[in-house]
């Protein structure tokens, strides 16, 4: 894309925030790679496209697929001048329309352009099963630009994915969402006048971090922007209400180490928090803590899974978005201390993994005692759902799922930590707690592992392999490891905090 041209994922960056949109212009290396959420959301959407031109072959007739590379425009063109019944993916671009300044120019990608009555249909297709606002303004854009080329659009609609099962594969719903477009029609032009300003900006604008750093996603320019606070941004601080956040944020006091002692307007609770935060200061429910470790029978099984959950299932009987477990790891401890991990991996592309997953974790846990699980509601639904799949396996997973612990409740019920920030994912209580348990391990998240899995199942790349292996362990031995320092604390063991 030159400098000059605006495309809806610009406009998209400019509503989350000005700065974000500024930074994806002018400083694009500081962008973070590629997150496991925006790989996962690309090829659910490349799947759902190609599901949804099957079903347009047997409406429309032909379609046609424009390239998407730097003739993208010019090929969209074309197939339309060549009488396509329907284009997927084209590429349109329009120069000084709809408030571009001139020579600014827009390009829209549409993930469908087709012909109805007297004009055309622009769909978009969601990566979900529901409209969002997004989609309607990328629906707005893609018209903006479409009747900028001479096409007179006459509906424009959203394909959502059906989440009851269908004997033909995905059903996609196309929901007419025309008159909410014409609506952001008519607000886009002064956008993208006020996006294009700030684009044009020769400095970086000021904008502070916030809570719109992570809606509707988390901004690629976060850790740019809250490094300055080192952890003592006040949106990391727990049990702060969000009013507080603002008016903290609207003093300009964004940094814990800037909040007067004596601020105005916070509960005694707050107080506590800020200066928990500022001391570094961590607090345990010894009582809790105990009571939550006594209920742990060895041997003890530390269990994680990975699955995937495909928008266009590849197994008969499956629904969209179901989960799929395709790779596990368990670290067995018995009562004297010992480990041992055994784990596995489904590799073989034409197969359903359950039956050969379920039949290993069903001997890896045959003998536990305890399961150890962080989000045990999630993981417990995998070992039932999984149980109903494979009936070979059924009575020893359901039997693991009524054994298994929370080690998500214990931490949440019994530790505060600054260190958790808000939020409490296994990888940031590990990196708190067990610090190095993700040390050598590639894979961001379980996002990311689902992807890495696909594509291992299309490459056979033994090195993937071993980065989802890596991953995987190095879950389960991070649950190991954390229930090993709450111990630790728990015996009353040196360098543990202080009780509540
Ligand atoms: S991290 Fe926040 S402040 Fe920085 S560019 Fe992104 S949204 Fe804007």
């Keep these: 894309m030159t400098r000059q041209e605006f495309s809806e994922e610009a406009l998209e ?30 090829e659910q959407h490349a799947d759902l496209g190609r599901a949804y031109r ?29 009488g396509a019944a329907a284009v997927l993916d084209g590429t349109l671009t329009a120069e000084g329309v709809g408030g571009a300044s001139a020579g600014m120019r827009l390009r829209a990608r549409l993930d469908v352009l087709r012909r109805v009555r007297e004009g055309w249909a622009v769909e978009t297709i969601a990566a979900g099963t529901r409209v969002r606002p997004h989609h ?30 269908s004997p033909d594969g995905p059903r996609l719903r196309v929901q007419d969402v025309s008159a909410v477009t014409a609506d952001a029609l008519r607000r886009l032009p002064a956008r993208i006048g006020a996006a294009g300003a700030s684009l044009r900006a020769a400095r970086e604008p000021r904008t502070a971090i916030g809570p719109h750093c992570h809606r509707p996603r988390t901004c690629p320019f976060l850790s740019r922007c809250w490094a300055p606070y080192d952890g003592h941004s006040i949106f990391e601080v727990p049990g702060l209400r969000s009013d507080t956040r603002r008016a903290l944020r609207g003093a300009g006091w964004s940094d814990v180490r800037r909040v007067p002692r004596r601020a105005p307007g916070l509960e005694p609770a707050e107080h506590h928090a800020l200066n928990d935060t500022r001391a570094d200061r961590v607090r345990v429910d010894f009582g809790a803590l105990h009571t939550g470790l006594a209920e742990l029978s060895f041997p003890v099984a530390y269990l994680d899974m990975e699955f995937a959950t495909p928008a266009v299932p590849w197994l008969p ?17 018995d009562a004297e201390g010992g480990v041992h991990n055994l784990s ?13 997953l379920a039949g290993a974790l069903a001997e890896a846990l045959a003998g536990a005692g ?14 039932t759902e ?15 799922a009524e054994r298994s612990w929370d080690l998500l409740a214990l931490v949440r019920s019994a530790i505060r930590h600054p260190g958790f920030g808000t939020g409490w994912g296994l990888k940031r209580v590990a990196a708190t707690l067990a610090p190095g348990s993700y040390e050598n391990v590639e894979l961001a998240d ?28 190095a879950d389960s031995r991070a649950l190991l490891r954390i229930v090993r320092v709450l111990r630790h604390w728990a015996a009353g063991g040196s360098g543990g905090p202080a009780g509540i």
Aim: a positive charge.
């Design 136 to 165: 309607i303004r990328r629906l707005a854009f893609g018209r903006l630009v479409a009747e900028a080329n001479g096409l007179p659009v006459r509906r424009s609609a959203v394909a959502c994915v059906v989440r009851a099962p």
């Design 13 to 42: 960056a400019w509503l989350q925030c000005e700065r974000r949109a500024w930074l994806e212009r002018h400083r694009p290396e500081s962008r973070s790679t590629e997150s496991g959420l925006e790989r996962y959301l690309r």
């Design 54 to 82: 099957h079903q347009l072959i047997r409406t429309a007739g032909s379609t046609v697929t424009p390239s998407t590379g730097t003739g993208a425009a010019a090929d969209t063109v074309r197939a339309l001048r060549d």
């Design 317 to 333: 009987g499956t629904n969209p978005f179901q989960p799929l477990p395709f790779q596990f790891s368990v670290h067995l401890e």
């Design 386 to 400: 999984l149980a109903r799949a494979v009936p070979t396996a059924a009575a020893t997973l359901r039997s693991a």
């Design 344 to 356: 596995f991996l489904h590799r073989e592309a034409a197969r359903d993994p359950r039956p050969a």
């Design 446 to 473: 379980g996002l990311a592992a689902q992807t890495a899995w696909r594509q291992l199942l299309r490459s056979e790349d033994a090195g993937l392999a071993a980065r989802l292996r890596r991953y995987c362990e």
């Design 370 to 383: 305890s399961i150890v699980v962080y989000d045990a509601s999630a993981e417990t639904l995998l070992l």
